[in-house]
């Protein structure tokens, strides 16, 4: 699985933001979870409408963007 196939971005839905399966909570929600210290444990706790493949997706759909960022030197 990839997370184009979980990963959703809707107009109208939280500004456009990159969602995870059409739900209200984005990629950014879940980075942020896990940057603050919150374990995979207690998000999923926390957020029973989420899965480990969700997490697992919202990672790789940054690392993705992370690799595409490009930096000009000029």
Do not use: N, W
């Amino acid at each position: 699985m990839t997370y184009e196939q979980i990963i959703t971005v809707e107009p109208g839905k939280r500004g456009g933001q990159p969602c995870i399966r059409g739900l209200r909570i984005t990629v950014y929600d879940v980075l942020s979870y896990l940057a603050s210290g919150m374990s995979e444990e207690e998000i999923l706790s926390d957020f029973p409408d989420l899965t480990h493949d969700d997490i697992v997706a919202s990672l790789s759909y940054a690392a993705d963007r992370e690799r595409k960022t490009t930096v000009s030197h000029g």
